[in-house]
């Protein structure tokens, strides 16, 4: 089965030093010009480029935090103590601690979605100028100079963002450094992926009730038998006393391919994600491939009769098949009562729904 899966699909290999962040758009006010431009800034304008690479240039030791906090001072003079450091916090990360190729989230209002992207440039500044442009939109315009190019690749309900998410719903800066919380991100990205050498594979249960003893024997049964062939250990994970996420972690890309494809019927649409391929695993795989393991079985019942002195080989692969359909049918069984499915949260963002108004020579795409 590993090789004809591998056929199949190109896994998802997220970079192990990758940062993980939150950016607000106001409130969710300029959600629709980050997305249909490709972008994220932040405020305060009068804290320009210029001005910052002014004070870099007098210090020997580079910009710090103590410097964004001076040039705070010096631009803002009537702001309290407490503005200063959550404004020259916000923007030493955007400028500084925020990289090309980290991932963004960008709330709507009311955190109803959220956008999911690679920030594709560096920092950049634009102008009034190009603020007034004079072309006739029909969503708000974001006024903020200090930009950083994105290239966005799914808008995902709330609905599917993890609760262990959910308190940075109600707090109120403006940027967050979610690396503690990587993990919840990285489901967003693709049912099945690899990290720091160690791969995982997510799928969705939808039984309201949460699971009794029973069913999680069985669960873990059926997780047993398709890696009970490997020496690698398969590390469950769960959240599932309602309706949430089961996570398979090994550093075996086939167990987790098997396990996830068996329970979830893995289907992911054909996208540039991260610079890495991704297809998808047909759903009707395993269907098709259990007539196919019971029509060879048919031939193997003839070719026996007709050939008895090969009937020792036959009778220990038709065993092996068997075997096979009934891990199969118990895991279609285990699929339907327990209402099991695949994770692939939100939708992919194509790439012709995504428009470019501004010009800035950093903003290459990943």
């Not at 009970?228 to 890309?253: M, R």
Request: hydrophobic share 35%.
């Amino acid at each position: 089965m590993d090789n004809e899966l591998t056929k199949q699909v190109s896994v998802l290999e997220i970079p192990d030093d990758i940062g993980y962040w939150l950016l607000r758009a106001d409130g969710g006010k300029y959600y629709d010009d980050f997305f249909l431009n490709n972008f994220i800034a932040i405020s305060d304008n009068k804290i320009s480029l210029e001005k910052l690479r002014d004070y870099q240039e007098n210090s020997i030791a580079g910009i710090t935090l103590d410097h964004y906090k001076q040039v705070y001072k010096d631009t803002y003079s009537d702001w309290s103590n407490q503005q200063i450091a959550h404004a020259a916090s916000r923007t030493e990360k955007f400028c500084d601690e925020m990289k090309v190729g980290d991932l963004v989230l960008v709330p709507a209002k009311r955190s109803n979605s959220f956008l999911l992207g690679v920030i594709s440039g560096e920092v950049y500044e634009i102008t009034d100028d190009d603020l007034n442009s004079g072309k006739h939109i029909h969503y708000a315009i974001n006024p903020y100079f200090k930009r950083r190019k994105m290239n966005w690749i799914k808008e995902i309900p709330r609905s599917e963002i993890s609760e262990k998410l959910y308190w940075m719903l109600s707090a109120h800066q403006t940027i967050f450094d979610l690396q503690d919380h990587k993990e919840y991100i990285n489901q967003l990205l693709a049912p099945i992926y690899i990290q720091n050498g160690s791969c995982h594979g997510t799928v969705k249960i939808s039984k309201r009730e949460g699971l009794n003893s029973d069913e999680w024997y069985d669960l873990h049964s059926t997780i047993k038998k398709y890696t009970d062939l490997t020496s690698e250990e398969v590390i469950v994970k769960s959240n599932v006393q309602s309706p949430g996420l089961l996570e398979f972690i090994s550093n075996n890309l086939a167990s987790i391919m098997a396990i996830t494809t068996v329970l979830g019927g893995v289907l992911i649409g054909e996208v540039n994600l991260l610079g890495i391929k991704v297809k998808g695993i047909l759903p009707y795989y395993q269907s098709h491939k259990k007539q196919k393991i019971e029509m060879e079985i048919m031939e193997e019942d003839k070719k026996a009769k007709q050939l008895e002195n090969h009937k020792a080989e036959f009778d220990l692969h038709r065993e092996k098949e068997i075997w096979e359909i009934k891990k199969e049918t118990e895991a279609e069984q285990l699929r339907e009562q327990l209402r099991i499915s695949s994770f692939d949260a939100g939708k992919i963002i194509a790439n012709q729904m995504q428009t470019d108004t501004s010009e800035n020579p950093n903003g290459d795409e990943l």
